[in-house]
């Protein structure tokens, strides 16, 4: 019989080779994304009440007063300056005469305490141009103690908004001309707006001098914890009350 060779019978692995690897199943699913990176932060909107603003002002106390200057700040289309007090008076007076500027009008002058601060008061002034229509407001920060230079000599108003000053925050201010209480009667003890002072005031402060017989809105002990606050509307029936 003939020896066919397309008729031979498979070999046979030899006997210390190892089994081939089977091959891997198909993924039925495809692998999931990668997670997407986060988005960065949008950046804050500028605040358009701060937005800078022209200021001839501010452009001549950076040349004249550059050392006097603190910072400058801008707020609802208003520039202002917070000054060291060196040469204020210096500045007030040029501020009112300069031809370009002509801040002939103080319109208010006041006082904050932040008692936190190494400088707890902060004078604020507040300038007014009439014939030029324009406004800046100067701050200068005082320590306890630490007395400001009037501003009555430049702007006559100064005189009884630093009186008020005086008496509400006991800051004194040098060289004025008459520098006592406006408000509070003269023995009052100490100063109503500085954030130390009691909230409701002192009992013994609230002190009545005469009885009350207005026939609307009298004040009377019995309603409040105060005396002197408070009103009584049944006063106003009868028209006697008493303070």
Known sequence: ??????????????????????????SSAAAPPAPAAPAAPAAPKADPLKAKVES????????????????????????LV??????????????????????????????????????PFEMVYHLFSITKR??????????????????????PTA????????????????GHPDLTRILMTDEWVGHPLRKDYPLEGKPEDHLQYREVTTAQHVYTYEKSPIRGFGWKKEIEKTGVGKG
Do not use: C
């Open 159 to 174: 005189n009884w908004h630093e009186r008020e000053v005086f008496d509400l925050f006991g800051i004194r201010f040098s």
């Open 56 to 79: 001839r002002a501010v452009d001549l106390l950076h040349e004249r007063f550059a050392d006097q200057v603190v910072e400058v700040l801008y707020h609802a289309g208003d520039a």
């Open 1 to 26: 019989m003939t020896d066919d060779p397309n008729n031979q019978p498979p070999a046979s692995p030899s006997a210390g080779s190892p089994p081939a690897p089977a091959a891997p199943p198909a």
């Open 134 to 155: 324009h406004r800046l407001t100067l701050k200068m920060d005082l320590g306890e103690g630490e007395e400001a230079p009037t501003a009555s000599v430049i702007w």
């Open 82 to 119: 917070r000054l060291r007090k060196d040469r204020f008076l210096e500045i007030a007076r040029m501020l009112r005469d300069d031809q370009e500027l002509r801040f002939d009008y103080l319109s208010n002058l006041t006082a904050v305490h932040w008692p936190q601060r190494p400088q």
